[in-house]
């Protein structure tokens, strides 16, 4: 779902929500608007506000059937089923049909001819209108239809369809653009997916899911499908793009530290393994001393470093390591 646009409600913003729903619950100054997708038997559309959906029409009057049924977004068409005519036109298929004339004893049924003010009239053609109905010395008059209308039959129509507009807001494109004898035909937009298809041609769409980074995209959206997600499982990771999460990098394999352990988002971050200092520096304080220690000794059972006459020799080890002589008493 996605907003559009804003309106005020009781000081609130609103949102304007887009073809197939319907607003549930305005928003307050704390919570969001609620929306929902229009119930059976109702549709909407155009992007709204509205409460209610509109309610979809029926085909149920005499001689009428159903060409496109309703859905949640957009109206259901109607047309007239054999042995009818069209007679009242709506902006796409016919809101009233009645009986085509049965021909008396006698007579015969001339071919795309419709019935007015009691007179047998010739159709005018597909991609044509009727200018002026026949009367009694006059033939139809038709003309072509013009702008973004059609007819895609022979008719009696005073007016031509309006040509669908593919409206990209929806996530429609134009596949086949309007003719005088055929209506547009839209598809869906790179990125969506249709949701109301009907007659190798799309009414609305929706953009397909972006998957989240710690997920993997398990199944690709398509024209007629919306992406699939899935979570990455442990020690491994994805940036929301990969159709697969990739193990972490094992930095101990490779000779490596690792300096910042990997999620579901990230990989393991790795560097060079440091010298251990602090080890060398307590070898070294230790090592030092014992060795000085044995010099010094060394040195004095060999007279290298002689006491004073009468006196004790104790050896007392400084920083410097010093030999003293302590007198005895």
Request: net charge negative; charged share 20%.
């Amino acid at each position: 779902m996605y907003i559009s646009t804003h309106v005020h409600v009781d000081n609130s913003l609103l949102g304007v929500f887009p073809t197939g729903e319907r607003v549930a619950k305005n928003c307050t100054d704390t919570t969001s608007t609620l929306c929902e997708t229009c119930p059976e038997s109702t549709y909407m559309d155009h992007p709204n506000e509205l409460n209610e959906c509109k309610r979809c029409q029926k085909c149920e009057e005499e001689g009428m059937i159903t060409k496109l049924r309703c859905s949640p977004t957009s109206n259901s068409v109607c047309e007239c089923g054999e042995g009818f005519f069209c007679s009242v036109p709506a902006a796409r298929g016919c809101s009233k049909c009645l009986n085509h004339t049965v021909c008396s004893e006698g007579q015969f049924t001339k071919q795309n001819e419709y019935l007015v003010n009691g007179e047998c009239c010739p159709m005018c053609p597909a991609g044509s209108r009727v200018l002026r109905h026949c009367t009694e010395f006059s033939s139809t008059s038709c003309i072509p239809c013009v702008g973004p209308t059609y007819t895609d039959q022979p008719n009696g129509l005073l007016t031509c369809f309006q040509c669908k507009v593919c409206d990209p807001g929806l996530g429609l494109r134009t596949l086949h653009d309007c003719t005088s004898q055929k209506d547009t035909v839209c598809w869906v937009l790179s990125g969506y997916y249709c949701i109301d298809q009907a007659d190798e041609r799309c009414r609305a769409a929706r953009p397909h899911t972006v998957c989240t980074p710690g997920q993997r995209v398990k199944q690709p959206g398509s024209d007629y499908t919306d992406t699939e997600c899935e979570d990455c499982p442990q020690n491994s990771y994805s940036d929301g793009l990969f159709t697969s999460c990739k193990p972490h990098t094992d930095c101990e394999a490779m000779g490596l530290q690792e300096i910042k352990p990997g999620t579901s988002e990230s990989d393991v971050e790795c560097d060079k393994k440091s010298t251990p200092v602090v080890p060398i520096v307590t070898a070294l304080a230790i090592v030092i001393p014992i060795t000085s220690i044995g010099v010094v000794i060394f040195l004095v059972l060999k007279k290298k470093i002689p006491c004073l006459k009468g006196e004790s020799c104790i050896i007392h080890f400084s920083l410097q390591f010093a030999v003293l002589c302590k007198v005895l008493r």
